[in-house]
């Protein structure tokens, strides 16, 4: 699905996924492509030091920095723009199932990024091995003004809550958004 170069072309996507999980823009079905399952074949998987959660990652992501506890992996081109971003870190702040879509808008504000809005939410979301809460939003960062589109979740398990974030450019989002429904499809929590 995603090419060695690191960019996801849309006739390998077509190949690689027999069912593409469909993105629903709508105030009716938010996130209706959700369906808990394991990762396609070949993905790796990386788990959050603390054991809360796993994060499955496409074959060509590769590890990236991360804050201490967490863990990160990213596509980049080979430009070095990135393509794809997932993160998984263990709970840190009054983040819970209930307020999770107003805390994530919230928490975008105060951290280096504007204009937070937005898409879709939904609570109550049945993850491998626990419950979510999920918001689809985009937002402006400070630095670069890059607009990103993200998929930002909060999952509960039975060891202990994790937020999971599936981030790619927001003029992307129709290329990469099946792969990081994939990812958030395939999150458990432990």
């Not at 989002?173 to 395939?186: D, I, R, S």
């Amino acid at each position: 699905m995603i090419a060695a170069s690191g960019i996801i072309t849309m006739a390998a996507c077509s190949s690689a996924v027999q069912n593409p999980p469909q993105t629903v823009l709508s105030a009716e079905a938010p996130f209706a492509w959700f369906n808990a399952e394991p990762a396609p074949a070949g993905w790796k998987t990386i788990e959050l030091p603390d054991g809360t959660a796993v994060l499955s990652i496409p074959p060509d992501a590769s590890p990236a920095e991360s804050d201490p506890g967490s863990v990160s992996a990213a596509v980049m081109s080979s430009t070095g723009e990135l393509r794809i971003y997932l993160n998984a870190t263990p709970r840190q702040s009054s983040e819970s199932l209930d307020n999770w879509n107003t805390f994530r808008l919230d928490h975008l504000a105060d951290e280096n990024s504007s204009s937070p809005t937005k898409i879709a939410d939904r609570t109550g979301m049945a993850f491998r091995g626990g419950t979510g809460s999920c918001v689809d939003d985009s937002y402006v960062t400070h630095v670069g003004n890059n607009r990103y589109r993200e998929i930002a979740c909060f999952v509960a398990g039975r060891r202990g809550s994790s937020v999971l974030i599936a981030a790619a450019p927001a003029d992307s989002w129709p290329l990469y958004g099946p792969v990081l429904e994939q990812a958030v499809n395939a999150y458990r929590a432990e």
